[in-house]
C-alpha cells in the first residue's frame, strides 16, 4: 500500500536564461513535511529557482505549484503560505526585531495576537529577547540572519524557502538555526533549502536533490545517492563531486 | 614609474576613486549611459550659459566700486557657506563610511599620508564642484567683460580649498566636543543650517528691511553701503580677485593654500584615529521604547507606518528635510508680516512654499520608493506590487501635508483664496514629483542613497523644473491671471516627457 503524501512544491519544466540559461526544464517534487536540501555546485541554478519559487523572478517557461496553488495564476495566495530567506538578511536597520515582526504579521495579514505570541516564541528559541527592543543597525550577522529567520517564520508558513541560511553564522547561531528549522518540519512545515555545507544537508534533510546546469542530475535520500555513484560507504561530499563531475563533459558537449 | 606608498602613487589612487565615482554619480551606475550623459551634459551646460547670460550678461563691464564689490562679496558669502555645507558632508561620510578604513590602519603607509591625501581629495572634489556651478557665470562674464574674469576660477578654487579646511576643523571640533556618535547627527543638522543660513538670512533681512525676498536687496540698502568700509579696503580683496586683480588674487590663494596645509597637518594624523571611533558608532545599541502589543493593520498601514518610522529615525534625512524646512521661515515670516499689514506679497509667497513641496516630495519619494532595505521580504509577502508602491506614495505625500498643512492653515487666516490655491499648488507639485521618482526608480538599499547617486540626472532635473513649473502656475492663479494656463501646460509637458523617456520596468 502506498502512502498519501500531498505535494508542497511541484516545479515541471521551469526554465529560466539570463545570458545563458540559469534553469533548464527542471522537473521538481517536494512533499509536505518533508525537509529537502538542494544541492549543487556555484552557478548550477540553486538560487534562480528558488527565487522564481519565491516569485522574485518570472520564468520564461514552466510551471510552479505550492500547496496545490498555481504561484504564477495566483501568487498572492501562494506566497501567503510560502516564506523566503535569502543568505543575505534583508531587515531594516532602524527598527527593533519586534517592530519588524510586527510588520511582517501586518503584510501576511496575521491576527495581531497570534502574531505577538509566535513573534515571542521565536524571538525566545532563537536567543532574540534581550536585544528585541534594539535597533537592527549594530546587529552581527549571525543576530539578523536570526531577525530574518524570526519574519520568515512569524507568519506561520506551510513552505519555507532558504537560500544558504547558515553561511556566516558562528556555530551557536547555526544550532539554533537548525534547531527551529527541525521543530518546523515536525510540526508538519516543509522546509527547502540550499546550502554548501554538506555537512547539514546529509544531517537533516530527508531528501536531497542535486542540480548542476539548471537540471536536476540526481535526488533522493543520502542512501539512494550513494548506490547511484556505485559508491556505498562514502560522504555525502564524495557522493556529491562524483555526481557533480559526472555532469561536466555531458554538459560541455 | 610612480613609486608605491608615496604621496603621488597615493594622489592617484585617490584621483581614481574619485573619478569613478563622479562618472558613477553622473551615469547612474551604468556605464552604457555614458554617450547620453555627455549629450545631456552639453545640453544643460548650453542651458546654464543661457540662463548666466540673463542674469550676468549686463554686468560684464562693471568697474570695482564700493557698491558692486559689495555684491560681489555678499554673493560670494552665500556660495561658500553652501561650499561649507557640502564639504562638511563629505568629511561626514569620509568619517561614517567605514570603507578602506581597516586596510589603510592595518598597511604598514603612514596614516598622515594617506589622511593628507583624503583631506585634499575632499578639498579637490569640493572645489572642483563649485568651479563646474560657477563656470556659466564667469564664461559669460569673460565672454562680454574680458579674459581678466577667468581669475574667478582661481577664487572659486580657493573658497573650495578653504571650505573644507574650516569642514574638517569644524567636524573634528564636533567629535571631540559631543562624541562620534552625537556628531553624525550634528555635523548633517549643521551643515545643512549653514548650507541655508546665509540666504536664509538675507532674505529675512529683505522681508524686514524692503518687504522683498530678493537676497540681494539688503547689500544695496542705504545701511549697507553707508557702514561697508571704503573701496581700498583689505576686506574686500576676494572680490578684487574675483574682477580680476592678479595682485589679490595671488593673495586670496596663498591664503587658502596656507589654511588647507594648516589643516592638513593639525588634523591629518588624528584622522584615522577620528574616523575609526566615527565608522564604529554603526555598531552602537539603540534601544526603543518597546512595542505595546502588535496592533491590527491593513498591509498598506504597515507599510506606510513603515516608512514614516524609518524616515523619522533617518538622521541624513532629518537634515536635508529641516534644511527645506528652514527655507519655509523667510516666507513663513512675510506670511506672517503681510497678514499684519494687510499687504499683497502673498503672491511672492506661494510660488516658494509651492516650490518647496515638490522639492520635499521628490527626495521623500526617491528615498520612499527606490531605497527598499528589505526589497525580498517586500516582493514575497502576499501583497499586489502596486498596493505597496500606493503605500510609499500615501507615506509620501502624508509627510508632506504634514510639514506644509501648518503653513497653509495660517494662510487661510490672511485669504481663503490664497490658501486654496497654495493647497493645490502643493499637492499637485509633490504628486508631480512623486510620479517622476514612480517612473525613474531603482532598487537599491537605503544606505546606498545618501547622495542620490543611483538617482538619474534626468529625474532631478525634471523634478526641478516640474515643481518651477508648478510654483509658477500657483503665483499667476494666485494673483488671478489666465497666464496661469502656460507654466501649467510646461509642467504637464514635462511630466508626459518623463513618461516617455522613463526606463520600462
Known amino acids: 500500500m502506498t502512502l498519501y503524501r500531498p505535494i508542497a512544491l511541484g516545479i515541471r519544466g521551469l526554465c529560466k536564461a539570463y545570458d545563458r540559461p540559469a534553469v533548464d526544464h527542471l522537473d521538481l517534487t517536494i512533499y509536505g513535511g518533508e525537509f529537502y536540501s538542494l544541492l549543487g555546485p556555484n552557478g548550477a541554478g540553486k538560487t534562480t529557482t528558488l527565487r522564481v519559487v519565491a516569485g522574485l523572478l518570472k520564468p520564461d517557461a514552466g510551471s510552479i505549484a505550492i500547496d496545490g496553488i498555481d504561484a504564477l495564476a495566483d501568487p498572492v495566495a501562494a506566497k501567503q503560505i510560502t516564506a523566503w530567506l535569502s543568505d543575505e ?105 540550499t546550502t554548501h555545507i554538506l555537512e547539514v544537508a546529509e544531517r537533516m534533510a530527508d531528501r536531497i536533490g542535486v542540480i548542476a546546469h539548471g537540471r536536476l542530475i540526481a535526488e533522493g535520500t543520502l542512501d539512494e545517492l550513494r548506490r547511484q555513484t556505485g559508491q556505498t560507504a562514502t560522504s555525502l561530499e564524495d557522493t556529491f563531486l562524483t555526481l557533480v563531475a559526472e555532469t561536466v563533459p555531458v554538459a560541455a558537449e | 614609474m610612480i613609486q608605491p606608498a608615496t604621496l603621488t602613487w597615493l594622489a592617484g589612487h585617490e584621483l581614481r576613486l574619485s573619478w569613478r565615482d563622479w562618472v558613477s554619480l553622473m551615469t547612474a551606475g551604468r556605464r552604457h549611459r555614458t554617450r547620453t550623459v555627455a549629450i545631456a551634459l552639453v545640453l544643460f551646460a548650453a542651458l546654464m550659459h543661457l540662463i548666466a547670460w540673463s542674469m550676468v550678461g549686463r554686468y560684464a563691464d562693471v568697474t570695482a566700486d564700493k557698491s558692486t564689490l559689495v555684491i560681489v562679496t555678499g554673493s560670494m558669502l552665500l556660495s561658500w557657506s553652501l561650499l561649507l555645507s557640502q ?29 593628507s591625501i583624503r583631506i585634499g581629495r575632499i578639498a579637490g572634489s569640493v572645489a572642483l564642484i563649485a568651479m563646474l556651478l560657477a563656470s556659466p557665470f564667469i564664461n559669460i562674464l569673460t565672454f562680454f567683460g574680458g579674459a581678466h574674469w577667468l581669475a574667478a576660477y582661481g577664487v572659486v578654487a580657493a573658497m573650495g580649498a578653504v571650505a573644507a579646511a574650516f ?200 528615498l520612499s520608493i527606490s531605497g527598499e532595505d528589505a526589497p525580498d521580504l517586500v516582493a514575497t509577502a502576499p501583497v499586489m506590487a502596486r498596493r505597496i508602491t500606493i503605500a510609499k506614495v500615501e507615506a509620501v505625500l ?53 547622495r542620490r547617486q543611483t538617482s538619474s540626472r534626468i529625474a532631478t532635473f525634471a523634478e526641478a523644473l516640474s515643481s518651477i513649473g508648478w510654483a509658477a502656475t500657483s503665483a499667476l492663479a494666485a494673483s488671478g491671471s489666465f497666464l496661469a494656463l502656460f507654466p501649467a501646460v510646461m509642467a504637464l509637458g514635462i511630466l508626459a516627457g518623463v513618461r516617455v523617456i522613463a526606463p520600462r520596468a
Open chain 2, 87 to 115: 564639504a562638511m558632508e563629505s568629511v561626514t561620510r569620509a568619517f561614517y563610511t567605514r570603507s578602506d578604513l581597516d586596510l589603510i590602519l592595518a598597511s604598514p603607509v603612514s596614516p598622515r599620508k594617506v589622511f
Open chain 2, 167 to 366: 569642514a574638517v576643523a569644524l567636524t573634528i571640533a564636533l567629535i571631540r566636543t559631543i562624541g562620534p556618535k552625537r556628531t553624525r547627527l550634528i555635523a548633517q543638522i549643521v551643515a545643512a543650517v549653514i548650507g541655508a543660513a546665509f540666504v536664509i538670512g538675507l532674505q529675512v533681512a529683505a522681508i524686514l528691511s524692503t518687504g522683498s525676498l530678493s537676497r540681494f536687496a539688503p547689500l544695496q540698502s542705504e545701511t549697507v553701503m553707508t557702514h561697508a568700509p571704503s573701496a581700498d579696503s583689505a576686506l574686500w580683496l576676494p572680490a578684487r580677485a574675483v574682477m580680476g586683480d592678479l595682485a589679490a588674487l595671488a593673495v586670496v590663494a596663498g591664503v587658502s593654500l596656507i589654511l588647507l596645509a594648516a589643516s592638513i597637518l593639525i588634523f591629518a594624523g588624528n584622522f584615522g584615529e577620528h574616523a575609526t571611533a566615527a565608522s564604529g558608532v554603526s555598531s552602537a545599541v539603540v534601544r526603543q521604547r518597546p512595542v505595546r502589543g502588535f496592533r491590527r493593520r491593513s498591509p498598506g498601514s504597515v507599510l506606510r507606518h513603515k516608512e514614516w518610522t524609518l524616515l523619522l529615525r533617518d538622521p541624513w534625512l532629518i537634515s536635508q528635510t529641516l534644511m527645506q524646512i528652514l527655507y519655509l521661515l523667510p516666507p513663513a515670516l512675510m506670511l506672517w508680516i503681510s497678514f499684519r499689514e494687510g499687504g499683497g506679497a502673498l503672491i511672492v509667497l506661494i510660488p516658494v512654499v509651492v516650490m518647496a513641496a515638490g522639492q520635499l516630495s521628490g527626495g521623500l519619494a526617491w
Open chain 2, 398 to 450: 502624508g509627510a508632506v501635508a504634514i510639514i506644509f498643512a501648518p503653513l497653509v492653515i495660517a494662510l487661510t487666516f490672511a485669504s481663503l483664496f490664497s490658501a486654496l490655491i497654495c493647497g493645490l499648488g502643493i499637492l499637485i507639485a509633490a504628486a508631480a514629483a512623486t510620479y517622476i521618482q514612480l517612473c525613474f526608480r531603482v532598487q537599491a538599499r537605503r544606505s546606498q542613497f545618501r
Open chain 1, 89 to 193: 538578511p534583508m531587515i531594516y536597520d532602524k527598527l527593533t526585531p519586534f517592530e519588524y515582526l510586527e510588520f511582517v504579521a501586518g503584510l501576511w495579514r496575521i491576527d495581531a495576537k497570534d502574531a505577538e505570541r509566535s513573534a515571542t516564541e521565536l524571538t525566545e528559541w532563537l536567543g532574540l529577547s534581550p536585544h528585541a527592543h534594539e535597533r537592527c543597525e549594530g546587529f552581527s550577522k549571525g543576530m539578523r540572519q536570526k531577525v530574518a529567520l524570526a519574519g520568515a517564520l512569524v507568519h506561520d508558513p506551510k513552505v519555507i524557502i532558504l537560500d544558504e541560511p547558515l553561511t556566516g553564522l558562528d556555530a551557536g547561531s547555526a544550532r539554533q538555526v537548525k534547531n527551529v528549522l527541525k521543530e518546523r518540519v515536525r510540526a508538519g512545515g516543509t522546509v527547502i533549502m
